[in-house]
């Protein structure tokens, strides 16, 4: 496939590479075919979570970037949901995701999404599946480097500066299945999970502050 086919860029950042193969083969199954799939494993030791975010979107070939993590099993139309509604309106989406401890994953428990589909707040975009017109990621400089200081709140922060540029966000019924985070691998940031930090930045993004750390015009 060359890139002037390529419609959507699925973009994976990691530290847990074991997952990556629940992914691959969900989307080996896809019934939507023209995309790409982009993978940053980058084990450094140090969490870098929005650098890898900006690394792939940079990355990305596809005018829709779609936001998948590892160890998410996806049904076969979910690239094509993403990509029709985004054809409907152009917004930023998100899909509700259930997480499990067990492999056959009988013990699923839903986030809030499940049954509430319908205009969400930015604050309240969850990218661990989820969509993005890559043009409107460059439009607010891609995500915010500052935060890899600490850990997390990152889908928290872009989302937020998203929703103060104007932009709209929607949640649709395109479910997905996700092991459970510390289920077999021990998530090696809890301990420095420091969501004040991220009020902070919010604020001060309130008061005018701009980056860009994509740095280039698409």
Same mark, same amino acid.
């Given at each position: ?8 860029? *699925? ?8 997952? +990556? ?6 989307? +080996? ?9 982009? *993978? ?15 690394? +792939? ?7 829709? *970037? ?57 604050? !309240? ?11 409107? +990621? ?23 500066r998203l929703q103060l540029k104007g932009y709209k966000f929607e ?12 289920? !077999?691998?021990?998530?090696? !940031? ?17 008061r005018g502050l701009t980056i860009d750390y994509l740095k280039k *015009?698409?």
């Open positions: 496939m060359t890139e002037a086919n390529i419609k959507i860029s *699925v973009i994976t950042p990691s530290i847990r590479p074991k997952g +990556l193969e629940i992914v691959r083969e969900c989307l +080996l199954n896809q019934t939507f075919k023209d995309f790409e799939w982009l *993978v940053d494993i980058n084990w450094t030791g140090k969490h870098d979570l929005n650098a890898s975010f900006n690394r +792939l979107i940079k990355r990305a070939n596809g005018e829709l *970037v779609i936001f998948l993590q590892d160890y998410i099993k996806i049904a076969p139309e979910g690239l094509q949901r993403f990509w029709e509604a985004y054809q409907r309106e152009t917004k930023l989406y998100t899909a509700p995701v259930g997480k499990s401890k067990k492999e056959d994953y009988s013990d699923v428990i839903w986030d809030w999404r499940k049954n509430n589909y319908s205009e969400v707040g930015g604050t !309240f975009w969850e990218i661990d599946w989820a969509c993005a017109p890559k043009r409107i +990621l460059y439009d607010i400089g891609g995500f915010d480097e500052t935060l890899d200081q600490y850990w997390s709140c990152d889908n928290v922060n872009i989302g937020y949640n649709i019924d395109n479910p997905a299945v996700a092991f459970d985070h510390d289920a !077999f691998e021990e998530h090696p !940031f809890r301990k420095d999970y420091h969501p004040n930090f991220n009020n902070e930045r919010m604020q001060a993004f309130e *015009v698409v």
